[in-house]
């Protein structure tokens, strides 16, 4: 039997890319400059200040956008929120000492987990595809890491997998209980986890108040300073370009299938080690572009999988 064609199928596709395209060159751009902001002021800072601009930016954009950012499930998007919040805060660390194709891979390592954590927490049954997937991403990570680290393994070399796994629990909490939550709730919610965790180790590293490094070195551990003008510009970029960025992605999954855009997601990838080139003349070694092959063809295979058969 053959297949029937979809004629507004590869339109949609299609579109689904562009937006996909401007979200990863956007975040690629905006995600190189974490470097700059961590020569100014602290994660903490950073987190707390954008949060106050991208709730801000969201509730001056409600009203001619038709949004609404009233929760239907407080408790269920909170914690969904501090899944996701703690995964970008590692995220967020590791930009100020490694290149953002290296974290950006960590962090798709997510669908890795998402299909592992199913399977051990839920029983879902996975074949033996998936199971290669996950063989063929974990060898993409180790080879995209390892040159990041000297070669050398340490604590700081499986953070950004630590951010993919729970990334990917606040994947499986979004779709188990977040799935009727509007994209913009879940997006309010994301930054204000964010903020929260500023706050809070601002709080924190006032009292400890421990000795941080000058520059990027001291990002993780700099508490409450005065802010730049630097430091303001660039973390509005971040908080403008954030909201742009997912707002694009949230717009292709709204427009075509999930499984093709979950494969275009990872032009990211690309597009961060083309802008980390562009701005600071750094390039990835021949073994860390393999790794992210490998990354991206375990995605591939795992979203073709988890698609159910086209219509007959």
């Known amino acids: 039997m053959t297949t029937i064609a979809d004629p507004v199928h590869e339109p949609r596709t299609l579109a689904a890319a562009g937006f ?7 975040i690629g751009f905006t995600d190189n400059f974490v470097r700059v902001i961590a020569e100014d002021g602290g994660l903490w800072q950073f987190h707390a200040t954008r ?5 801000a930016l969201l509730a001056v954009a409600a009203p001619f956008l038709g949004l609404d950012l009233r929760p ?8 969904r929120s501090a899944l996701h919040g703690t ?6 660390g590791c930009l100020a000492f490694l290149p953002v194709a290296t974290v950006a891979a960590g962090l798709f390592t997510a669908p890795i987990f998402t299909l592992l954590i199913s399977r051990l927490a839920f029983g879902q049954r996975i074949g033996p595809f998936r199971i290669l997937a996950v063989a063929i991403g974990f060898l993409g990570v180790l080879m995209v890491l390892k040159p990041g680290q000297g070669g050398a393994f340490g604590p700081a070399t499986f953070l950004p997998v630590a951010a993919g796994a729970l990334y990917a629990l606040g994947n499986i909490a979004t779709k188990t209980w977040c799935a009727g939550e509007r994209a913009e709730v879940m997006l309010a919610g994301f930054f204000i986890a964010l903020g929260t965790f500023g706050i809070l180790g601002m709080g924190v590293l006032a009292f400890w108040q421990p000795a941080a490094p000058d520059g990027q070195e001291g990002f993780v551990l700099r508490g409450m300073a005065w802010p730049t003008g630097r430091f303001l510009f660039w973390t509005f970029v971040q908080a403008a370009g954030s909201l742009i960025g997912v707002g694009m992605m949230i717009r292709a999954y709204q427009v075509a299938d999930a499984g093709r855009v979950a494969i275009l997601e990872y032009v990211i990838l690309p597009a961060s080690a083309f802008w980390t080139w562009a701005l600071w003349g750094e390039t990835l070694g021949p073994l860390a572009v393999a790794g992210i092959l490998l990354i991206f063809a375990a995605g591939l295979i795992i979203a073709l999988r988890g698609r159910p058969p086209g219509p007959r």
């Not at 996909?20 to 956007?26: P, S, W």
Request: proline share 4%; hydrophobic share 75%.
């Open 72 to 79: 239907r499930r407080p408790g269920a998007v909170a914690f």
């Open 87 to 92: 995964a970008m805060m590692i995220y967020f």
């Open 51 to 55: 949060m106050v601009m991208a709730v």
């Open 20 to 26: 996909i395209l401007v979200y990863a060159m956007v």
